[in-house]
């Protein structure tokens, strides 16, 4: 489903959304479409690929990007954290760099996205267990850092240039 770039009334970004939502808010004259995609859904409405809420909502930035594996493996860009190889999003599994059996936790800085071969090369031990590095070290990403990754991931980064957004 075509994803489409939510922006704040003031140009921030707020995250992205399908299509039939962003339909809906323009529709109800809570959103106006800023860029169009070529695709349509009637001969007078395209797809829009970003739009800007009329009015400003208050914005998420103090608040923290939830943890889970879904994220981690969208922190990480689908790729293995320990060869780098890329992983469709049903191949990526999630790697505890502390193993759970030595005591880590889940959370953003003990995770991260792994291919089923390395995971099961690594086994319960710590990379340097079993003398496996890791690319970059796991962090926690702040909401912004979040969202355009996400955008990133979605091929959508090119639109905000554009816009003089990112």
Not at 9 to 37: F, H, P, Q, W
Not at 77 to 105: E, M
């Amino acid at each position: 489903m075509t994803k489409v770039i939510v922006l704040n009334a003031d140009m921030t970004i707020l995250g992205t959304t399908n299509y039939r939502r962003a339909i809906k808010l323009i529709v109800k004259g809570r959103a106006e479409a800023l860029v169009d995609s070529e695709k349509r859904i009637h001969p007078s409405m395209a797809i829009p690929l970003v739009i800007r809420l009329v009015k400003a909502i208050r914005s998420l930035w103090r608040k923290e990007v939830p943890w889970s594996k879904a994220n981690v493996a969208a922190r990480d860009n689908y790729k293995c954290q320990y060869c780098g190889v890329s992983l469709a999003k049903n191949k990526a599994t999630i790697d505890h760099v502390i193993p759970r059996a030595q005591g880590g936790k889940n959370g953003w800085l003990n995770t991260v996205c792994a291919c089923f071969d390395c995971n099961n090369k690594k086994e319960d031990r710590t990379p340097s267990q079993a003398k496996m590095g890791l690319s970059r070290q796991p962090f926690k990403p702040s909401i912004m850092e979040f969202l355009l990754m996400k955008i990133k991931a979605e091929g959508l980064e090119g639109v905000l240039i554009d816009l003089g957004v990112y």
